[in-house]
């Protein structure tokens, strides 16, 4: 698909200034909305925020303490993600992942 400078913006919504726009145009050759875009970019951010490849701030003294403290919020990167998700399912006319009903038993029925 070919990202028009309105899809741009709503990708950079999502995953704000990186990477790179010549990128984020190499990732839209293989999506068909811009919502895949940018669910490329946040799956990968959350990926590395799992494999402790996040930023850290450290704290030390030498020779006695030394703290280092992830600063990924894998929390915020979910909601993103299912966000998107639920976007794309709606543009496909499903609106849920999810059926509800009830279930019963033949042998069960009084």
Known sequence: MDLSQRDLERVRDYVGDTPDDTTLYLYAEDATRWQEVALRVLYRRRANAAAGG????????????SVGLATADTKSLTEAITD???????????????????????????
Do not use: H
């Open 84 to 110: 998107l998700e639920a976007q794309i399912a709606a543009a496909n006319g499903s609106s849920s992942g999810m059926s509800v009903g009830l279930i019963r038993r033949p042998d069960r029925y009084r």
């Open 54 to 65: 996040s930023s850290a701030k450290t704290f030390a003294l030498d020779g006695v303490l």
